[in-house]
């Protein structure tokens, strides 16, 4: 069973305002991965580390999205300026080092009213 | 480019009935494939993988997945479904370290 954690599980935000979650990867799982899934099912990678370094980002996240993975302290993602198309399940993963196999949280439910 | 396709986007059988969830992919290198269980409103938690070796692997809860190179496809299956297994599968392929490629998923319905 995966030990990544989510938090918060739930997010309730209004148009325009910041949404931050955070996540805590595997202990010893220095690879953290952000993915949104839509109300389609259909999932969109966001980004991921390596430990403090950002790996690969998608264009969305370079604008209206930061995200980091501090050291000592959880992973986080947050939204700089909410809008109704970001109302989805935020799931975090991680991996080992060179690993095939992610792990992933519970996930955030972020809704934008 | 990779693509994972699930062609049923739905499939309802009984409980105790046999199950095959299809999947195919396009990927271009060497790769790993992976089926993951998705219950309503909750995150998603790995079933089985397949890498390399006996392309029949087997995974939690009398999953199991093979692996065809031939025909690019990794279906899963299961020979006696319970209601609890009903939930949305996601077949899906990565590469080392890098960004998972879901399918659209499968709603799988097991009626009692």
């Known amino acids: 069973n995966s030990k990544v954690i989510q938090t918060p599980r739930y997010l309730v935000k209004g148009q325009g305002q910041k949404a931050k979650m955070r996540c805590i990867p595997e202990k010893g799982h220095p690879v953290v991965f952000w993915y949104q899934q839509n109300k389609n099912n259909e999932f969109k990678f966001l980004i991921n580390f390596q430990n403090q370094e950002v790996l690969q980002q998608i264009d969305m996240t370079e604008k209206r999205f930061s995200a980091e993975c501090p050291s000592n302290s959880p992973c986080s993602l947050e939204i700089q300026s909410s809008e109704a198309g970001d109302s989805a399940l935020y799931l975090c993963?991680?991996?080992?080092?060179?690993?095939?196999?992610?792990?992933f949280g519970p996930g955030t439910r972020l809704t934008v009213l | 480019t990779q693509t994972v396709s699930q062609s049923d986007a739905h499939v309802t059988v009984f409980e105790g009935d046999s199950v095959e969830l299809r999947c195919n992919y396009s990927y271009g290198g060497s790769i790993y494939l992976s089926w993951y269980i998705q219950h309503h409103g909750h995150g998603l938690q790995f079933l089985l993988k397949?890498?390399?070796?006996?392309?029949v692997v087997q995974g939690v809860n009398g999953f199991e997945a093979e692996f065809s190179k031939s025909d690019s496809s990794f279906h899963l299956r299961k020979a006696s479904v319970h209601w609890s297994d009903s939930a949305v599968y996601f077949c899906?392929?990565?590469?080392?370290?890098?960004?998972?490629?879901f399918g659209d998923g499968t709603q799988l319905v097991v009626k009692p």
């Open positions: 397949y890498y390399s070796g006996n392309p």
């Open positions: 899906a392929v990565s590469a080392s370290n890098n960004r998972i490629f």
């Open positions: 993963a991680s991996s080992l080092l060179g690993g095939l196999e992610q792990y």
